[in-house]
């Protein structure tokens, strides 16, 4: 076997092991990578950033665990932001490996604020979160009637009219806009529902998979920002001023990146040298 | 670190392993990994639907709230629950029945405003953003560029007529800007696997091994 076919057929474990050592390395070596910020990530950022003390934005979070990698840091961030800003929250999780992992995030967020600030977010008075219900389509249309109705009582039991900040919020008119956080189908039925029908503005962050789906619909300002994948996570931590696991993922992003792009020329190298050779033989 | 946190990190980390062992081959200990994840994933998912839906919205209402309407969506649920007995199974259509015709009818309208009317709306702006005065040389190009784009990717999926002559032509750069389409979300697939990837080993090396 020649070179070139040795290169052409190149067991693709040796692919995984060269990449794992490559992000090792990368993980390890202190380096900075620059995060450009895009206009649909700034969108997102300036919207909660010119929102008052009090306004009520809904969160809607809508992954799982498997997920977790390129949303959570996203979701955090826009929790710090919120947090910071005073904004009040009214969040849920719509994916039915959510609910849980949506508590522990916010629980989490709560006790990064208060290590910087010293002040403690309370359930039913700075947030409620409601927690899950099958059939995204009808908890959306649901809630945007009145979130009493898919959700009478919250995430913790307690009876929705009895947490304080919920006295004045009835639907989705009463929210400034919603943020879906999503690795799910979920995204198309809050452009289609609740965007759709009730009008409420929305923006997503999605994983990178699901990135290119729904750019058409920045385009018509069915949505009015886009966090795609962890570069999305990672200019929205650069932007409110935390770079955490995004910023650093980006290191291993680019040297990954380039060991790909080098095995696919490597690859094409020699799939071209091995028909060269073969139609050389042939003739 | 507590002795709790270190046993529940150091059981993720190996599960972590064993899952990433299938990328040498399969195995057994990648198998353990995988039935753990649909046990537990079918578990969690049950005592969520039974506390946030079944006690919620039907023993409760029932039994402690004594609103007994609520008994109707009830015994629909349950007659759902007939396709498991084949002699029976035909009783769950009528629930279907209900379930389909106002999932059809609420989504037919919603969907074809979101995904069509919308889409073409924001296809026409586009012309209308070219013709407006306020409007820079980059918008007109893009507007070209995506007007070009929609189509000859169109052309492409029109097969009426054979794809020769000006309409091959056509469809041939509607080939092309579709795998400019498939480049993007290749991509942004790569990146999401990639991030997957990255996560996990940031979970090895910080918080499993402390290895900063």
Redesign the interface.
């Known amino acids: 076997m020649s070179i070139w076919e040795k290169m052409f057929a190149l067991d693709r474990r040796w692919v995984f092991l060269v990449l794992v050592v490559a992000l090792l390395v990368s993980l390890k070596i202190p380096f900075r990578v620059s995060v450009p910020i895009s206009n649909e990530a700034r969108s997102i950022h300036d919207f909660v950033d010119h929102l008052k003390p009090g306004d009520v934005i809904h969160l809607a979070m809508d992954y799982d665990p498997a997920a977790m990698a390129e949303l959570q840091p996203m979701m955090l961030a826009v929790l710090k932001q919120c947090f910071e800003k005073d904004i009040k929250i009214v969040m849920t999780a719509l994916h039915q490996y959510g609910p849980a992992l949506a508590a522990a995030t916010i629980d989490t967020a709560i006790a990064r604020h208060e290590a910087r600030t010293g002040v403690r977010k309370k359930s039913g008075i700075d947030y409620a979160y409601l927690g899950y219900q099958p059939y995204a389509i009808l908890i959306i249309l649901g809630m945007g009637q009145n979130y009493r109705i898919p959700f009478p009582r919250d995430y913790y039991g307690v009876p929705l009219d009895s947490l304080p900040m919920m006295a004045h919020i009835q639907n989705f008119r009463d929210v400034k806009a919603v943020l879906n956080i999503s690795s799910t189908n979920a995204t198309d039925f809050w452009i289609a529902y609740g965007n759709g029908r009730y009008g409420v503005p929305l923006a997503i962050g999605v994983t990178g998979v699901m990135t290119p789906e729904y750019y058409p619909y920045l385009q018509t300002g069915q949505i009015f920002g886009i966090l795609g994948g962890l570069k999305g996570a990672a200019e929205y931590e650069t932007l409110v001023g935390t770079p955490g696991p995004a910023v650093d993922g980006m290191k291993g992003q680019i040297v990954a990146h380039a060991v790909i792009i080098l095995f696919i020329i490597i690859g094409n190298i020699g799939y071209f040298a091995v028909r060269r050779g073969k139609s050389a033989r042939a003739t | 670190m507590d002795w709790g946190t270190t046993i529940s990190t150091t059981i993720a980390a190996l599960l972590t392993l064993a899952v990433f062992s299938f990328?040498?081959r399969d195995n057994p200990f990648y198998k353990i990994a995988e039935h753990l994840v649909v046990g537990v994933?079918a578990g969690?998912?049950m005592l969520?639907?039974y506390h946030?839906?079944l006690k919620?919205k039907a023993i409760e209402k029932i039994f402690t709230d004594h609103q007994w309407w609520y008994v109707v969506p009830l015994v629909l649920g349950i007659m759902m629950l007939t396709r498991l007995v084949p002699k029976w199974s035909w009783v769950s259509r009528y629930p279907l029945a209900i379930v389909i015709g106002i999932?059809a009818g609420?989504?037919i309208p919603?969907?074809m405003?979101?995904?069509v009317i919308?889409?073409l709306?924001?296809t026409v702006?586009i012309v209308s953003q070219m013709h407006d005065p306020r409007s820079t040389l980059v918008t007109g190009i893009n507007g070209v560029i995506v007007i070009a784009g929609i189509m000859t990717s169109l052309v492409y999926f029109f097969f009426s007529k054979e794809h020769k002559g000006a309409t091959g032509f056509l469809a041939r750069i509607g080939i092309a800007v579709l795998m400019v389409?498939f480049g993007?979300?290749f991509g942004?697939?790569?990146?999401?696997r990639?991030?997957?990837?990255?996560?996990?080993?940031?979970f090895l090396?910080y918080d499993w091994l402390h290895?900063t």
């Open positions: 990328l040498y994933s969690y998912w969520i639907l946030q839906t919620q999932g609420v989504a919603l969907e405003k979101a995904k919308e889409q709306n924001g702006d389409g993007a979300s942004f697939t790569v990146m999401a990639v991030a997957l990837l990255i996560q996990r080993l940031q090396i290895w």
